[in-house]
Structure formats: structure tokens, C-alpha cells
């Protein structure tokens, strides 16, 4: 038998090594947000002085630069404007207001004097009202009709009862010019009620509010001008402090950010390598098994074809014609040179002439009955001498039988019959031997091609490769099995022939 072709070489994948590079620190968010909003807070501050600079600054600025008024200007001459308007519509009432605040005056004038008349003849008067001169006279009458007083005491009692009663009589003349006072301020209520009409009052009143107002925004643009130079220096310097709190907020954002970033891309990369790492195993398996697999099928190519039915043929026909064993049995395949031979050799000189019984009479070693497993078969038990005219056969024997399609012979005149059958597939098997092992080499080809193909189709480069590389070695591999086998058949054949 001829040496056995190596199986392919095992292919090995190595797994990229994982370098582990330093863990960058995860942000804290917490710290983050606190600090990004004290600095969002002090940048607010700045940005609200810097407004205020610069809203004040505006206020000295008549126009802007596109040459279209500034804001402060366009509210005062829209007062100015609205101020002028009230000027106009007071003007069309004034002639006739002008006339009832001449009737006030002059009423006002006689109301005063009357007041002053009143007041001289009141003050000549020791008692104020009607009531009081009266107690007074009843008292002195009382004191007088008492008769307790002295004669110079009574003329002078009876003289002031007498003054008294004159004066009571004046003071008739006092209501009346108080009436006449009240008559006069009651003309003059009139007449400054005629002059307070609702409508000329709000507009009187908004008059005096946008007066106001226009004197505030005179005032400021006074100010203004007079610090115009400090206030411009102060809006700049408000402007850079906002700007620099500004970049901050920036700066802390964009540290947070680069961090959290490369955090983010150290966890993505570790979980790319390992499954980089698990993708190279699991291929370095694939291919081993695919490896196995491709042995495995260019085992089970390499063996010659029709060794258990030539096995089961040879048994056969031993059984039926034991004189076809005379010499040794026709060996499967041709000598290699490597098998055991006897070293010495018998002398038979002395028993020829006698019959020696032979033991392939009696018992029969069935073939086995498969690739694998079926050679260590024992052999059947030697059959019991047939009763005379009883035809039987081994269970052995029907399975080869049956195993080869031939019907078993059924009585001693079928076995010429069955042996001619038997020599006939066995010489069909001998002579087939040869093309049906290219066959089955061939189809194991395409069997490890087809594997390739349905293996390979989702690997990626590197693995597909390696794959190839594997698949390309078996298929080497089964083109030497070919050619051992073509030789090895030839070698039976040839040894045939020369038997």
C-alpha cells in the first residue's frame, strides 16, 4: 500500500492584540452645570451694565448711523409733536375763555370788596351774632328790674340796653350784605365751571404729562453731552469685560464637550476591539472547522470505491467454490513491499498422498459489511452437515447476497448460476474501480468547493483568504489522492492479470 497523503496544513489566525490605551475620566455633569451657570450668571450682569452704557450713550446720539434717528430722538419729536397739536386745538377757545375770566376778575373784585365792607363794620361790632346782643340785654334788664343798683348804675345799664338794641337792628344789615357776598360767589362758580370742561382738562393734563416727559429726555441728553467722552471710555470697558464672561461660558462648554467627546469615543473603541477580538475568534473557529470538514470529506474520497462489495463478492464466492481458494486470496490492493512474510518454510515431503480436510469446507469468514466498524465481524458459525437431500444456507451468506442484488440459490443446482453472478459484478467492480474512485474524488471537489463557496460568502478579506488558502490546500491534496489511488488500482490490476 502506498504512503498516505499528509492531511492540508492547519492554517493558524492570529488575533489582533488589544492595546489598552490610559481611560480618559468621565465629565462630571453636575460640576458642569454649576459652573456653567455662575458664568452664564456673571456674563448676564456684564451683558446688562454693557446695555445700560450703552442705551445711555444713545441718548446724546440724534441719529443713528444709517443716518435714521436714534430712538430717543424719534420719541421727542413725537412729544414735540403731540405737544404742538394741544398748542393749537387750546388756541381756538382762547378768545372766549379769555371773556369769562375778564367777568371772574371783575367778580372777583366786587367780591372783595364787599368781604372788606363787611369786615370794617363787623369789627366796630363787640359781639358776632343776634343771640349774644340779646342775652346781654336781658341780663342788664334783669339787673335793672332788680333794683340792687345804684341810680348812676342804672342810667348806664339803661343807655347800654338802649346802644345794644341799635345794634341789633345793624345787624340785619350784615346778612344781608352776606348774602350778597354769597350771591357774587356763587356767579363766579358759574363762570369757572363753564371753563372747566372734561374734554379741554385731559387735554390740558396730557399737555403737562408730555411736557414732563420731554424735559426728563432734555435733561439726560443734557447730562449725557456733558459726560459724553467718560460714558463712551465706560461702554467700552463694559463691552470687553461682556465679551471676556462670554468666552467663558464658551470655554467651560467647550471643555465639557472635547472631555465627554473623547470619553465617549475611548468607550467605542474598547467595544469595537472586543468585538474585533470576538469577529477574529469566532472566524479562527469557522476556519478550523471548515478545516475539519475539508479533511473529513477528502478522508472519505481517498479510499479506493467497491471495497465492501468486493469484500462481500470475495466471501461469496469462496463459499459457493471453495477450490477458488486454493492459493491465497487476491489481495484489494497491490503489494506494497511493507507486509509481514514467513521466515521459514515447511516441508511437506513426508504427508503428500494424504487427504488433509479443508477447514474452508467447513467454516465460512463472512466480509464485513460496511467501511467502518464491520471488519472486526466474526466469522459465521460452520454450517451443520446437511441432512441428505436438505439444501442451507448461512444468514451470512443470504446478507451477501442480498447486499450484492443477487437471489440466493435455492437448491445446489442454483449455485453455479449465483458464483457466475458473483464473478461477474466482482470482475464489473474491479474494472469500475478506478473511474468510480475519480468520481467520488471529483465529487468530494466540488463538495469542498461548494463548502467555500456557502462558508465564505459573509467572511470578510482577511478571513476569506485564509479560507481559500485552506480550501486551495484540501483540493491539492485530493489531486494527489487521485493519482495514489489511480496507481494503487492499477496495481491490482495488474496483479490480477499475472495470477
Given at each position: ?430 474494472a469500475d474501480q478506478k473511474a ?9 471537489q466540488k463538495d469542498i468547493e461548494?463548502?467555500d463557496a456557502e462558508e465564505s ?43
Open positions: 500500500m502506498s504512503e498516505k497523503t499528509a492531511p492540508a496544513a492547519e492554517t493558524v489566525v492570529s488575533v489582533p492584540a488589544v492595546t489598552e490605551k490610559k481611560r480618559p475620566e468621565k465629565p462630571d455633569d453636575a460640576a458642569f452645570e454649576a459652573a456653567k451657570e455662575k458664568a452664564k450668571k456673571e456674563h448676564k450682569v456684564a451683558q446688562d451694565k454693557f446695555n445700560a452704557a450703552k442705551a445711555k450713550l444713545e441718548l446724546a446720539q440724534p441719529k443713528n448711523k444709517d443716518g435714521t434717528p436714534s430712538a430717543t430722538q424719534k420719541r421727542r419729536q413725537e412729544l414735540q409733536t403731540k405737544l404742538n397739536e394741544i398748542r393749537k386745538e387750546q388756541a381756538g377757545g382762547k378768545a372766549g375763555r379769555n371773556q369769562v375770566f375778564d367777568q371772574i376778575k371783575k367778580l372777583d373784585e366786587q367780591l372783595k370788596s364787599r368781604i372788606a365792607e363787611q369786615k370794617a363794620a363787623r369789627s366796630r361790632v363787640a359781639f358776632k351774632n343776634v343771640d349774644e346782643i340779646d342775652r346781654q340785654i336781658d341780663h342788664l334788664e334783669k339787673q335793672v328790674n332788680g333794683g340792687m343798683m345804684k341810680l348812676v348804675d342804672e342810667k348806664k345799664a339803661l343807655t347800654e340796653v338802649s346802644s345794644l338794641r341799635k345794634q341789633r337792628k345793624n345787624f340785619a344789615g350784615f346778612e344781608d350784605s352776606q348774602k350778597g357776598i354769597d350771591d357774587v360767589k356763587a356767579k363766579i362758580k358759574v363762570l369757572r365751571d363753564s371753563l372747566d370742561d372734561p374734554v379741554a382738562k385731559a387735554r390740558s393734563d396730557e399737555y403737562n404729562k408730555i411736557q414732563a416727559e420731554v424735559d426728563v429726555i432734555k435733561a439726560e441728553q443734557d447730562e449725557v453731552f456733558k459726560n459724553i467722552h467718560a460714558l463712551r471710555s465706560q461702554r467700552e470697558d463694559l463691552y470687553k469685560e461682556s465679551q471676556a464672561k462670554y468666552q467663558a461660558v464658551r470655554a467651560i462648554e467647550d471643555n465639557h464637550w472635547k472631555a465627554k467627546k473623547a470619553f465617549q469615543s475611548h468607550e467605542y473603541e474598547q467595544r469595537q476591539k472586543t468585538r474585533e477580538r470576538i469577529k477574529a475568534e469566532q472566524e479562527a473557529f469557522n476556519l478550523q472547522k471548515k478545516r475539519e470538514r475539508a479533511e473529513k470529506v477528502l478522508a472519505e474520497a481517498s479510499e479506493p470505491a467497491y471495497l465492501d462489495e468486493i469484500r462481500r463478492a470475495q466471501s461469496l464466492i469462496h463459499y459457493l467454490d471453495p477450490s477458488s481458494a486454493n492459493g491465497a486470496s487476491k489481495p484489494l490492493l497491490a503489494p506494497s513491499g511493507l507486509t509481514a512474510e514467513a521466515q521459514r518454510t515447511v516441508d511437506d515431503s513426508g504427508i503428500k498422498g494424504m487427504k488433509v480436510a479443508k477447514k474452508e469446507d467447513e467454516e465460512y469468514f463472512a466480509g464485513t459489511g460496511g467501511k467502518k466498524g464491520k471488519k472486526g465481524r466474526k466469522a459465521a458459525a460452520s454450517p451443520a452437515a446437511p441432512a441428505p437431500g436438505k439444501f442451507t444456507l448461512p444468514p451470512a451468506v443470504l446478507e451477501d447476497c442480498s447486499s450484492m442484488g443477487i437471489e440466493p440459490p435455492m437448491s445446489a443446482a442454483d449455485i453455479p448460476a449465483v458464483l457466475a453472478k458473483a464473478q461477474e459484478k466482482l470482475a464489473f467492480w474491479r468510480q474512485t475519480e468520481k467520488n474524488v471529483a465529487k468530494a461548494k463548502l460568502a459573509p467572511a470578510t478579506n482577511g478571513s476569506k483568504k485564509s479560507e481559500e488558502s485552506v480550501v486551495a490546500a484540501a483540493v491539492e491534496t485530493v489531486k494527489d489522492t487521485v493519482a495514489d489511488v489511480a496507481e494503487k488500482v492499477k496495481a491490482v490490476t495488474v496483479g490480477e492479470d499475472k495470477e
